[in-house]
């Protein structure tokens, strides 16, 4: 699950489905390609978190595949919002 805060953000942004699945199949529908790693126990100890979610330049360190697919559905959402339509991927 997800934290409040990430689902009322996505609402803002018409996405209702908050399982990892729905969350996936968002982000690759937005983002050209990213890479999800679980990390293994001794780097989720020193960093305090089990995946990292690497789009673009970006780096999302999080507990759950899910919450690593909603920030970085997030992060594609406001993107797209803000790149003009001319220079938008089909």
Do not use: N, V
């Not at 390609?33 to 330049?57: N, V």
């Amino acid at each position: 699950m997800i934290p409040e805060e990430l689902q009322s953000q996505l609402t803002g942004y018409g996405i209702t489905s908050y399982d990892e699945t729905a969350l996936r199949e968002e982000l690759e529908a937005h983002a050209p390609t990213y890479t999800l790693i679980k990390l293994a126990p001794w780097p989720a100890r020193r960093w305090k978190c089990h995946y990292r979610l690497l789009i673009g330049e970006k780096i999302y360190d999080t507990q759950s595949a899910g919450e690593a697919y909603a920030l970085g559905l997030l992060a594609a959402l406001k993107h797209s919002s803000k790149t003009p339509e001319s220079f938008r991927q089909p």
